[in-house]
């Protein structure tokens, strides 16, 4: 099967001097496939969170959320993505301290489907001197555009500090 991927042919332009012939952004995937290596699209952007646009093209990206004493939580969007074939390198870090409750909610980061359906990533559980620190790579294929990654915190008390960070390396494969 033979896919046209002009992103090969950005991949290409990177290094000075190179010829593009024809065939060159036609990536041809073979019945049984056998991954050695990874030419995803070049880092195109750094986008400061929330992104507002859907993201079509690799980027990074960071955001992070501190409550000290009373505060609301927060469910935000940190950047969506098109359907498409994603590499991602993902880093969290995070810190609490102040009234432990184990039942409360824990403050994560997400990927939440189109239709509002989430999976967690990084959970930092409320419990005082709680810290925590990740790093993560994985392949995705989305199927459908908007695909999202989300920070999520729940509400603090008079006594509480809590910090919590992420960022994103996102390289579009396909």
Known sequence: MQIPNPRLVRLGGISKGAIVEPGDGTIVVPAVLQPSIELSSPVDK???????????????VYDTQTQVGVAGGVNRNIVS????????DLTFSGMFTGT???AGGDD???MVDPDGGA?????????TGAQQSAQVK???VFQRDGWKFALVTFATVAADVLRILSSINARRLV
Do not use: C, H
């Open 46 to 60: 750094v986008f400061v969170s929330p992104v507002v646009n859907q993201a079509e093209d690799s980027f990074m």
């Open 81 to 88: 993505f098109a359907r498409g074939a994603w590499s991602f």
């Open 100 to 102: 432990t409750n184990a």
């Open 108 to 110: 994560a980061i997400q």
């Open 119 to 127: 999976i967690v990533f990084f959970v930092l559980p409320r419990i």
């Open 138 to 140: 994985m392949n995705v």
